[in-house]
């Protein structure tokens, strides 16, 4: 019952939508890259791959690549987060696509935006105004990748690299 409090009080201050019903503890237990872990229900162990809603992060490749995945390990693996599913279940690759909070420190990715390290994705990102405030401070205070005269999004770099299609967090 405090987990939920909790949560819809992270809820209404970083100005997310609260969904209890498609919300759940879980543990870290792998760190891919950047927008991409894998958590271990409570119930039953159950591993789930989860792809960060609403951002795009540097590739392991790409400048920051590594930087960002660091970032993410220190902040969340093997720890207590809340998982909370978004309109668009799972992506292409069948990965959660979902919000990410930490107890008394918010999202990851309003994290990962507040240090400079992700892109908000506005494909998949239609009302992530503080999100996009959070990206924008970072850009002028030229915080991790905005340190760089022109940074490359990663769905930029992926076409790049080789052609590929971009990586859609949508079917």
Known sequence: MRTIILFLLLCLALGVPATPAHAYPARVVEVTDGDSITIETPHGGDRV?????????????QPYGQAVKEFV??????????VRHTRQDTDRDGRVVAVVDIAGLGNLQGMLLEA???WVWPKYCRD?????AMQAAAKSQK??????ENPVPPWRWRLEKGGAKPVEQGR
Do not use: M, N, Q, T
């Open 49 to 61: 791959k989860v792809r960060l809603h609403g951002i795009d992060a540097p590739e392991l490749d």
């Open 73 to 82: 390990v220190s902040a969340v693996l093997f720890k207590e987060v809340l």
């Open 116 to 118: 400079g390290l992700a």
């Open 128 to 132: 992530c105004k503080d999100w996009e």
């Open 143 to 148: 915080r991790g990748l905005w340190a760089d």
